[in-house]
């Protein structure tokens, strides 16, 4: 015996908090212009740390574009196969992204590797002012793009680019004036070196984060076994099982579980129970989508639940918050 409902608590939903796509369109321009003028110092001056910083901006320049895509994205309306909307995307642009800066990481280091073994002579003073107006330009956007970089990993991603580019320019700074006046030629690709250190170490991160949700891991906030010992202190629930957790996009955490119940609950029993699921979840779990059955087969090992003649029975429950 099936009896399909639908029991939902719209009191609340989930939100997406993610920088305004304009921001991300302006900081994709100035970072482009900059970019080319940068990488034109860089080889006028001999400057391994500049060229460097010129093609970590570059990719910076990809980062802003994709992510200022994924925010059009994420609001586009659930379509034909899509059913789960675009809240993926995000999760894909902010994995291309810290991918390409492991890749540029790789190759600075290659390349200041080189300029160990055979170093050149630098023009430290050219490198000063570029590396000073690139720390003032990748500050500022940094500082535009920070407020939501704790709510979105696209978001982070973007503002990783932009904070690491500052961090890389501050690097070029010193190393231009340990070139100007005490003529040390290891300064420039030591400081290569040490940005893209940094960089691979930030980009890691995100590429882990980034993974756990393609991979549909439970999200680091949510505790699996004090999940399933709320939902079984919820009377009259027996048991808990075939719990599955994980995350489509940012703020959009999904539950699906089996629920043993006795088989005397009626309908209205198990709509109420399964509120009240709902309602915890989303309260001390940050769960705004689920998907519960509940099921009267004998399966409740404690000694109250009494089960009846009739066997086996499922009540499927869905819940979204909005």
Known sequence: MEDP?????????????????????????????????EAIAGFMSHSLALVSDSGHNLGDALALGLA????????????????YGFHRVPILTALFNASTLVVIALFICIQAVGRFLHPAPVDG???????LAALVMNTVIAAALHGDAKHSLNNRAAFIHMAGDAISSLAVVLAGLLVRYTDWRYADPSASMLIALFIMYSAINIVKDAA??????????????ALEQTIKSIPPVCDVHHVHVWTVGEGM?????????????????????????????????????????????????LSECRLGPRGHEHTSGHNHHE
């Open 5 to 37: 409902m639908s029991g939902s608590s719209g009191h609340c939903g989930h939100s997406h908090s993610t920088t305004n796509s304009g921001k991300m369109w302006l900081s994709l321009l100035i970072t482009l212009l900059f970019c080319a003028g």
């Open 68 to 83: 200022a895509y994924a925010i059009r994205a994420v609001q586009k309306p659930t379509a034909g196969r899509h059913t």
């Open 125 to 131: 003073a050219l490198m000063i002012w570029v590396a």
């Open 212 to 225: 756990d949700i393609l991979m549909e891991k439970a999200p680091k906030n949510v505790d699996l076994e």
């Open 253 to 301: 955490n999904l539950l699906s579980c089996h629920v043993a119940l006795p088989h005397a609950c009626t309908l209205e029993e198990c709509t109420c129970i399964i509120e009240t699921i709902n309602r915890r979840m989303h309260d001390e779990f940050s769960i705004t989508h689920t998907t519960i059955q509940t099921e009267t087969d004998g399966m409740c090992a």
